[in-house]
């Protein structure tokens, strides 16, 4: 059980470019979604919270027109990365917190590099 | 002080060894707490969630609750070179609707 599907799982796109990122919970109902973000070597570190049909909690310094987060379902969410930039580049890994056993589970992860 | 402090490594142990990976958090009314490992490359895999105190035992693996003295650890028994990873403890409190992670233990089990 605990499936997560993230696509894609891997992108690169040219600066200025919006990138989507679906993440999917394949075997259980997600109320809330977590996205985090983390650059080589270093800590996961949460980007935003999202309850299904509420408008996502940013953490302190991510910006909300930049990162567009989309909870319509218990099963599915979107991380758009608008106006990308190089500096964006990381692994963007989603994380669904199962809405019975409040176990919060990882997708694969999306590995976005913009040139 | 850090919410969540974890010992970042490595530690290493032989094959078959028991890992001990240790972790203390600083908010008593932290309630619950997960271990996940991390394969370089790779997003965070769920293994232990541990919620009252004692022990919880799977597989190879038991996680140790002690809330008195605020610390988690993680055991694992007969260790293998696929558990070297970066194991990451996180804990949850009631007052937070978010997990707070340790910055990971990397462990390394040689043969």
């Known amino acids: 059980g605990a499936v997560v599907s993230q696509h894609p799982s891997w992108v690169i796109c040219k600066s200025g470019t919006s990138v989507k990122i679906e993440c999917r919970s394949l075997?259980?109902?997600?109320?809330?979604m977590f996205w985090y973000r983390q650059f080589p070597k270093q800590s996961l570190m949460l980007m935003a919270t999202s309850n299904e049909g509420s408008k996502a909690t940013y953490e302190q310094g991510v910006e909300k027109d930049k990162f567009l987060i989309n909870h319509a379902s218990l099963t599915l969410s979107t991380l758009t990365v608008t106006s990308a930039h190089p500096e964006d580049s990381s692994f963007y890994i989603c994380a669904p917190r199962d809405r019975v056993s409040y176990e919060q589970y990882f997708g694969p992860g999306t590995r976005l590099t913009v040139t | 002080q850090k919410e969540v402090e974890q010992n970042s490594g490595p530690l290493s142990v032989p094959e078959g060894a028991i890992a001990s990976l240790n972790c203390t958090y600083s908010?008593?009314?932290?309630?619950?707490f997960f271990w996940y490992r991390q394969y370089s490359g790779k997003s965070p895999e769920l293994i232990m969630s541990i919620y009252s105190n004692g022990d919880k035992e799977d597989g190879r693996f038991t996680a140790q609750l002690n809330k008195a003295s605020q610390y988690v650890s993680l055991l694992i028994r007969d260790s293998q070179p696929s558990d070297s990873a970066t194991y990451l403890c996180a804990v949850n409190t009631y007052n937070t609707d978010k997990l707070i992670f340790g910055t990971g233990t990397r462990l390394q089990v040689f043969p």
């Open positions: 075997d259980f109902q997600a109320t809330t």
């Open positions: 908010d008593r009314g932290s309630q619950s």
